[in-house]
């Protein structure tokens, strides 16, 4: 499924609901896309700065200048790498349920259709079925995975996980960790010791570490990038169970408060369902 | 993000007129600020545009109590509005034997640690839950269900098959054989509403025929909420939420949205990851929460207060001209009654001895009956009993001729009191309305001297 395809709920609700406006002229134009940005969680402030930057431009020129200052924000924040030195690792994060193991499954599949080697490794030792789920997708996407038991040390999970990817010679390895809330600090410094235990192998990993977050998920998104940023440092966004009706705006705050960029989108359950992120594209397919 | 929505409206209240009449104007500008919250609170933007014109309706030209700042007057409007708007606390129905509790949800939104968590909550309460595995198409689902049931020691049904109608009847037919009582069925759940998991999850419903029916939806929901609850509701017809998640930092918005949108009650919330970890729903809280102030009770008590503060006036108004009927009588006992241990005090006055008998707990339930039975213009006016009066009035509050006329020399008696204290200062030494007497509602200070 294409992105443009994932999108289609998001972008006819906005995109028909945008033309509709754009066809008139009143003063509360402004506001009514104000509130098609709130409902598609933008979050208040963030709409309202949005719109403010409207407010010199003529109203046929609202829909382009929009997107324009959408796109622009988006790219801003995306950054330019230096090929990393393999094994590549990418540590995923988030709260309960939000899709981890399931994105890191569909992440394991994209790299290895470009012909990387890839290794999973299951550092949710807590949440019953999540090693199980984890290696199902091993097995699916014909990659190897490193699991422990349930209950063992997450961290010494990534640690060994860690030294096979080095001595198996792999590209890229691939860790899941438990969801936490996170306000929880006692979780929130167990993913601490977790990263730090990586870095110790060798101090530029992980190289990656991507929070996942619920496309249908509200203003508190921002409240979890902001906690797990501050806790282990953030270096990318993968938004997840973005093909339903929920619109992913909090993510433009995350790249507009935080600056981390967003690198994935999960657009279905299927193995290819994980695309990267393009600004164009997804400002694109919003408002198409 | 707004950290405290008291303050923020304190701020423009500083702009509001004074005291009197809350004002459509002054009720605007506030009702910008309680809509910008809501909808920081992940409130839906319609039902937070339509919760806060119920609002406006409601408060304009409504009276502001006098110990009130307008700002804390619309406030306490906007806080009652929305404990109404949450909802009642609703425990659960379970009407047949055994009851049926169908959990569904999309994926992630933590079915199946509810359904353990329910199974807890119902065993604590003296019933035999089973556990029910219901998702024929994942195994890990089925798994996931079981290695939980199995840590809690809780029953559940282990036999994997490929068909919900046949899983759903042998399930029925274990629950009859070892005598559980509640079977909480974990459907399938999806990424996204789906016609195979609806038609799975309705193929169930027709099954087993389930006593609730109960939508687990993630706390942290933005505004696509009210997508969520509406298709499970339209689709399959829901009748009850849980919202799970709710041990973080979300404002729970959601919650507001689910039941403006389907009219169904939140029944409990998912407060943590151990099974002891669901809470009933307390209104109150849900309210301060989403709301982002702590102090709604705070409001209310204080209007309460107001409220006594402003009939206590109002009965010493009455005092002044010098009526004083039956209902204020009564109402009189009451309220010293409720104002604690005044035995002493109660001794140090002329007639107090009198009053205190009329404060007994029993004699107060019989002067209660009798000024019951009276009708309105006997209460205002009681020179008007007479025989016959008496008798109806001793028949219908089922006492005697002799009692009604004890209670009308003590009436008397309370009156003259009074009125031989008319004349002395109305915030005398013994007892005044704030003096260590402070607490419950407030005694009009001219009724003692």
Same mark, same amino acid.
């Given at each position: 499924?294409?992105?443009?395809?994932?999108?289609?709920?998001?972008?006819?609700?906005?995109?028909?609901?945008?033309?509709?406006?754009?066809?008139?002229?009143?003063?509360?134009?402004?506001?009514?896309?104000?509130?098609?940005?709130?409902?598609?969680?933008?979050?208040?402030?963030?709409?309202?700065?949005?719109?403010?930057?409207?407010?010199?431009?003529?109203?046929?020129?609202?829909?382009?200048?929009?997107?324009?200052?959408?796109?622009?924000?988006?790219?801003?924040?995306?950054?330019?790498?230096?090929?990393?030195?393999?094994?590549?690792?990418?540590?995923?994060?988030?709260?309960?349920?939000?899709?981890?193991?399931?994105?890191?499954?569909?992440?394991?599949?994209?790299?290895?259709?470009?012909?990387?080697?890839?290794?999973?490794?299951?550092?949710?030792?807590?949440?019953?079925?999540?090693?199980?789920?984890?290696?199902?997708?091993?097995?699916?996407?014909?990659?190897?995975?490193?699991?422990?038991?349930?209950?063992?040390?997450?961290?010494?999970?990534?640690?060994?996980?860690?030294?096979?990817?080095?001595?198996?010679?792999?590209?890229?390895?691939?860790?899941?960790?438990?969801?936490?809330?996170?306000?929880?600090?006692?979780?929130?410094?167990?993913?601490?010791?977790?990263?730090?235990?990586?870095?110790?192998?060798?101090?530029?990993?992980?190289?990656?570490?991507?929070?996942?977050?619920?496309?249908?998920?509200?203003?508190?998104?921002?409240?979890?990038?902001?906690?797990?940023?501050?806790?282990?440092?953030?270096?990318?966004?993968?938004?997840?169970?973005?093909?339903?009706?929920?619109?992913?705006?909090?993510?433009?705050?995350?790249?507009?408060?935080?600056?981390?960029?967003?690198?994935?989108?999960?657009?279905?359950?299927?193995?290819?369902?994980?695309?990267?992120?393009?600004?164009?594209?997804?400002?694109?397919?919003?408002?198409? | 993000?707004?950290?405290?929505?008291?303050?923020?409206?304190?701020?423009?209240?500083?702009?509001?007129?004074?005291?009197?009449?809350?004002?459509?104007?002054?009720?605007?500008?506030?009702?910008?600020?309680?809509?910008?919250?809501?909808?920081?609170?992940?409130?839906?933007?319609?039902?937070?545009?339509?919760?806060?014109?119920?609002?406006?309706?409601?408060?304009?030209?409504?009276?502001?109590?006098?110990?009130?700042?307008?700002?804390?007057?619309?406030?306490?409007?906007?806080?009652?509005?929305?404990?109404?708007?949450?909802?009642?606390?609703?425990?659960?129905?379970?009407?047949?034997?055994?009851?049926?509790?169908?959990?569904?949800?999309?994926?992630?939104?933590?079915?199946?640690?509810?359904?353990?968590?329910?199974?807890?909550?119902?065993?604590?309460? &003296?019933?035999?839950?089973?556990?029910?595995?219901?998702?024929?198409?994942?195994?890990?689902?089925?798994?996931?269900?079981?290695?939980?049931?199995?840590?809690?020691?809780?029953?559940?049904?282990?036999?994997?098959?490929?068909?919900?109608?046949?899983?759903?009847?042998?399930?029925?037919?274990?629950?009859?054989?070892?005598?559980?009582?509640?079977?909480?069925?974990?459907?399938? &759940?999806?990424?996204?509403?789906?016609?195979?998991?609806?038609?799975?999850?309705?193929?169930?419903?027709?099954?087993?025929?389930?006593?609730?029916?109960?939508?687990?939806?993630?706390?942290?929901?933005?505004?696509?909420?009210?997508?969520?609850?509406?298709?499970?509701?339209?689709?399959?017809?829901?009748?009850?939420?849980?919202?799970?998640?709710?041990?973080?930092?979300?404002?729970?918005?959601?919650?507001?949205?689910?039941?403006?949108?389907?009219? /169904?009650?939140?029944?409990?919330?998912?407060?943590?990851?151990?099974?002891?970890?669901?809470?009933?729903?307390?209104?109150?809280?849900?309210?301060?929460?989403?709301?982002?102030?702590?102090?709604?009770?705070?409001?209310?008590?204080?209007?309460?207060?107001?409220?006594?503060?402003?009939?206590?006036?109002?009965?010493?108004? /009455?005092?002044?001209?010098?009526?004083?009927?039956?209902?204020?009588?009564?109402?009189?006992?009451?309220?010293?009654?409720?104002?604690?241990?005044?035995?002493?005090?109660?001794?140090?006055?002329?007639? &107090?001895?009198?009053?205190?008998?009329?404060?007994?707990?029993?004699?107060?339930?019989?002067?209660?009956?009798?000024?019951?039975?009276?009708?309105?213009?006997?209460?205002?006016?009681?020179?008007?009993?007479?025989?016959?009066?008496?008798?109806?009035?001793?028949?219908?509050?089922?006492?005697?001729?002799?009692?009604?006329?004890?209670?009308?020399?003590?009436?008397?008696?309370?009156?003259?009191?009074?009125?031989?204290?008319?004349?002395?200062?109305?915030? &005398?030494?013994?007892?005044?309305?704030?003096?260590?007497?402070?607490?419950?509602?407030?005694?009009?200070?001219?009724?003692?001297?």
């Amino acid at each position: 499924m294409g992105l443009r395809e994932a999108l289609k709920k998001t972008r006819s609700n906005l995109s028909k609901n945008i033309r509709n406006l754009l066809g008139r002229r009143d003063p509360s134009l402004l506001g009514e896309i104000e509130d098609l940005l709130i409902q598609a969680d933008f979050g208040v402030s963030t709409a309202e700065q949005l719109v403010e930057s409207l407010e010199n431009v003529q109203s046929q020129d609202y829909y382009s200048r929009l997107e324009k200052e959408l796109i622009y924000l988006l790219n801003e924040r995306e950054k330019k790498k230096q090929t990393p030195k393999p094994p590549v690792v990418e540590l995923y994060v988030g709260v309960n349920g939000v899709g981890k193991t399931t994105t890191i499954g569909k992440r394991g599949y994209m790299l290895a259709k470009e012909g990387k080697k890839v290794l999973l490794a299951s550092g949710d030792t807590y949440r019953t079925g999540a090693v199980e789920q984890l290696s199902k997708w091993a097995k699916r996407i014909g990659v190897d995975i490193i699991t422990s038991h349930y209950g063992a040390d997450s961290a010494s999970v990534a640690f060994d996980a860690v030294d096979a990817a080095e001595t198996r010679n792999m590209d890229y390895l691939l860790i899941d960790t438990a969801g936490r809330l996170h306000t929880r600090s006692n979780l929130m410094e167990e993913m601490r010791k977790m990263k730090r235990v990586i870095s110790k192998k060798r101090e530029d990993l992980p190289q990656e570490t991507i929070l996942v977050v619920d496309a249908s998920t509200g203003q508190n998104a921002l409240e979890q990038a902001k906690s797990f940023n501050e806790f282990i440092g953030l270096t990318g966004i993968a938004l997840a169970k973005l093909d339903g009706t929920a619109k992913g705006g909090m993510a433009i705050a995350i790249v507009k408060e935080l600056g981390i960029p967003v690198l994935f989108l999960g657009i279905g359950e299927e193995e290819e369902d994980l695309i990267p992120f393009n600004a164009e594209d997804f400002v694109c397919a919003l408002f198409e | 993000m707004l950290e405290n929505l008291t303050d923020r409206i304190k701020q423009i209240a500083r702009s509001l007129s004074g005291r009197g009449r809350l004002k459509k104007s002054d009720i605007e500008k506030g009702m910008r600020d309680i809509r910008r919250a809501l909808i920081e609170a992940d409130v839906n933007l319609q039902v937070a545009r339509d919760f806060t014109k119920g609002v406006e309706e409601e408060a304009i030209n409504q009276k502001v109590y006098e110990s009130f700042t307008p700002a804390e007057m619309l406030l306490k409007i906007v806080g009652e509005k929305l404990i109404e708007l949450i909802g009642k606390v609703e425990p659960l129905k379970l009407d047949y034997q055994p009851a049926s509790i169908l959990l569904v949800g999309l994926q992630g939104s933590g079915k199946t640690t509810t359904a353990i968590k329910l199974a807890v909550h119902l065993k604590k309460q &003296g019933r035999k839950p089973y556990l029910i595995p219901a998702d024929v198409k994942r195994p890990a689902a089925f798994e996931q269900l079981r290695d939980l049931a199995e840590r809690e020691e809780l029953p559940y049904f282990g036999t994997r098959l490929d068909n919900e109608v046949k899983l759903c009847k042998q399930a029925l037919t274990q629950s009859v054989l070892r005598r559980y009582d509640t079977l909480i069925f974990d459907t399938a &759940g999806r990424l996204h509403i789906d016609t195979e998991m609806i038609n799975q999850v309705k193929k169930i419903k027709n099954t087993v025929n389930p006593s609730e029916v109960l939508l687990i939806a993630d706390g942290m929901t933005g505004q696509d909420a009210v997508n969520i609850a509406g298709e499970f509701d339209k689709q399959v017809g829901i009748t009850g939420i849980i919202l799970t998640k709710m041990d973080g930092d979300a404002r729970g918005g959601a919650a507001l949205s689910m039941r403006a949108v389907t009219g /169904k009650p939140i029944k409990f919330l998912g407060i943590g990851e151990k099974p002891s970890d669901l809470q009933l729903l307390h209104p109150e809280r849900l309210a301060s929460r989403i709301l982002g102030m702590g102090d709604i009770r705070t409001l209310q008590e204080k209007a309460e207060k107001s409220i006594e503060e402003e009939k206590a006036k109002e009965f010493q108004k /009455k005092l002044k001209e010098a009526k004083l009927d039956l209902d204020d009588f009564l109402h009189q006992i009451k309220s010293i009654k409720n104002m604690g241990p005044i035995e002493d005090l109660l001794d140090m006055i002329p007639g &107090g001895k009198d009053l205190k008998k009329l404060m007994d707990e029993k004699q107060l339930i019989r002067t209660e009956a009798i000024i019951q039975s009276m009708t309105l213009d006997e209460r205002r006016n009681p020179k008007v009993l007479n025989a016959s009066r008496k008798r109806r009035i001793a028949g219908g509050s089922g006492t005697s001729v002799q009692e009604i006329n004890q209670l009308m020399k003590e009436y008397e008696m309370v009156k003259k009191m009074m009125k031989q204290m008319k004349g002395r200062s109305p915030s &005398g030494p013994v007892l005044s309305g704030q003096g260590p007497l402070g607490r419950g509602p407030m005694m009009p200070p001219s009724f003692f001297g």
